[in-house]
Nanobody, 123 residues
Framework: QLVESGGGLVQAGGSLRLSCAAS????????MAWFRQSPGKERLFVAT????????YYADSVKGRFTISRDNAKNTVYLEMNSLKPEDTAVYYC??????????????????WGQGTQVTVSS
């Protein structure tokens, strides 16, 4: 089970930190990712953190602004979001793929999903 938290309403230029707590899986064997989905649009890749802790990968649209990190002792993955823009408004989902590559950017690469947390950035 994956449970996201930390979403909310923020002004453009502001920051938010999302968390995703995992249970029922061996967290250290899972590549963790964040995706986002805006109304009427497909779910899109945001960032990954490889199970081996040696690499991360970002969508071009968030590179330099967002940072993914994980704490294997707490079975939690985070997404630090800075310099937020109105176009970052979406429901953010965390996902897990056992032994997944850091370049796993497709929805179909992941078999565990959280319920999502809403992020709204006002202009």
């Amino acid at each position: 089970q994956l449970v996201e938290s930390g979403g909310g309403l923020v002004q453009a230029g502001g920051s938010l930190r999302l968390s995703c707590a995992a249970s029922g899986l061996i967290f250290s064997t899972y590549t963790m990712a964040w995706f986002r989905q805006s109304p009427g649009k497909e779910r899109l890749f945001v960032a990954t953190s490889r199970w081996s802790l040696d690499s991360t990968y970002y969508a071009d649209s968030v590179k330099g602004r967002f940072t993914i990190s994980r704490d294997n002792a707490k079975n939690t993955v985070y997404l630090e979001m800075n310099s937020l823009k109105p176009e970052d408004t979406a429901v953010y989902y965390c996902a897990a793929a056992q032994w997944g590559p850091v370049t796993a950017t497709e929805v179909t690469d992941y078999n565990y999903w959280g319920q999502g947390t809403q992020v709204t950035v006002s202009s």
